[in-house]
């Protein structure tokens, strides 16, 4: 028997069914991650971009009235904000980072959860399984694509090799 | 006929070499957009019967005498462009049984006329299959040989096709406005020993009915249909397990392959260009 070849019993169908509804949970979850890391950044870079813009409004104002009142609350807010700023700057930094590590593992997910389909879906077609198998089997592929487009949408997932024919390797639409 | 005879490949062989070099000047693809929009070809046919080569095939990425990188089963509804003149997208479907949902969508389109060309794949039951020893697969009955087992996978292979196309005749009666459609029939490197059979098949059998009826629904006016055949890449028929099922013809050679995709090639612009 060559190392390609597997002896598709009961028990291996059952845990390539397993295993393609574990990886399709793992994608869900990682282009969900992925998608709150998304909002997560863009609230983070909106309220640096509005604090940024008030904090330099707080400054100049605040140097108005220190050089005429000697009162510096203006000035002190305005420092505060930049403070606050560049909290949240690294906060959003440290968000696209975990967010680009995440949508990495989801690429590979990606291409596992792949293999995994056409597996079952060659089983499903050329094997000798009864008609609740392949049902299931079937209910399967649809999740399992539906999180795979997702996870495309997302942007993350890895671009289809056009050079790596008879894989399907076209444009997904 | 469905096949370019080996005393006429020659002198095609030249030209489409030439052809497959020329890049049509953006202008032309602009005039042929102005006059027709965006076209769109649909490829079915079962899985394994190489749909998606074909899509790489007709969008330039796939060079006559490239060799098999092996079969995968494509994982979702694929997009190519038409390389050429024309503004033309390749609508690519899974073949698989399990996943025909996938061509609902697609039939909405016919019925809609927003698809303009049809090519459906075949491969008289050569299709190619992936992960599986020939001995997993629902063929195969012990004591069966490799040739029992091969002659069954065939036979089941070939009522897959015409299941396909019993499906898709109602489809194409039905579709609005002028459609075209071709029968191609890939992996002639396989059976180019037995192509009078598999013009026979094709031609005089229960598919040539279907085809036939179709025109008697449309007029052929409304309907263009043609058979042609092809072998994009030239490869022996293998399982993963690397048990090879059916061998590349001796004296099947390029000057065939070439002349036969030009013109495949040639019919397909001039369908669209229509």
């Keep these: ?173 | 006929m469905l096949y370019v005879e080996p005393s006429l490949a020659l002198s095609l062989t030249e030209l489409a070499i030439e052809k497959r070099k020329s890049f049509a000047p953006l202008a032309r693809r602009i005039k042929h957009w102005l006059k027709r929009g965006r076209l769109k070809i649909v490829i079915f046919g079962p899985g394994g019967t190489g749909k998606t080569t074909l899509g790489h095939f007709l969008a330039g990425n796939l060079d006559i005498g490239n060799t098999s990188a092996g079969y995968a089963e494509s994982m979702d509804v694929e997009s190519f462009k038409l390389k050429g003149d024309l503004v033309c997208s390749l609508i690519v479907p899974p073949g698989q049984e399990l996943r025909e949902y996938h061509w609902t969508g697609l039939y909405r389109d016919l019925a809609a006329g927003k698809s303009s060309g049809v090519i459906n794949v075949v491969s008289w039951g050569y299709h190619s299959f992936q992960a599986l020893s020939y001995q997993d697969t629902k063929y195969f009955k012990p004591p069966m040989t490799k040739a029992e087992f091969f002659e069954s996978y065939l036979q089941n292979r070939r009522d897959r096709e015409q299941e396909i196309i019993n499906n898709l005749t109602p489809r194409l009666m039905d579709a609005k406005g002028k459609i075209w459609m071709i029968t191609l029939v890939t992996k002639q490197d396989l059976w180019w020993d037995d192509r009078t059979q598999v013009d026979k098949h094709y031609l005089e059998g229960p598919y040539n009915d279907c085809i036939q009826q179709i025109i008697r629904k449309r007029g052929e006016q409304n309907f263009a249909h043609e058979y042609l055949s092809v072998s994009l890449i030239i490869n022996n028929l293998v399982t993963s397990a690397g048990e090879v099922l059916a061998s590349t013809v001796s004296g099947y050679g390029q000057p065939i392959q070439l002349a036969n995709s030009t013109k495949f090639v040639e019919t397909v612009n001039s369908f669209a260009s229509r």
Excluded at chain 1, 17 to 43: C, H
Excluded at chain 1, 121 to 139: D, F, M, R, V, Y
Excluded at chain 1, 157 to 167: A, I, K, P, W
């Design chain 1, 1 to 173: 028997m060559s190392q390609s070849q597997v002896n598709f019993d009961y028990t291996t169908r059952s845990k390539i069914q397993g295993l393609l509804s574990d990886y399709t949970n793992t994608l869900k979850e990682a282009s969900d991650s992925i998608e709150q890391f998304q909002t997560r950044s863009f609230v983070l870079i909106s309220l640096v971009g509005l604090i940024l813009s008030i904090g330099a409004g707080f400054i100049s104002y605040g140097w108005v009235r220190f050089q005429s009142t000697g009162n510096a609350f203006g000035w002190i807010a305005g420092i505060f904000g930049f403070l606050v700023a560049t909290l949240f700057t690294r906060l959003y930094y440290s968000s696209r980072r975990k967010s680009r590590l995440i949508a990495r593992q989801s690429e590979i997910i990606g291409l596992k959860l792949e293999r995994i389909m056409q597996l079952a879906s060659q089983i499903a077609e050329h094997g000798e399984l009864t008609a609740a198998e392949k049902l299931e089997i079937e209910l399967r592929l649809v999740e399992a694509e539906g999180a795979l487009r997702f996870a495309r949408f997302t942007g993350h997932s890895e671009e289809r090799n056009t050079s790596d024919l008879g894989s399907g390797a076209g444009k997904s639409v």
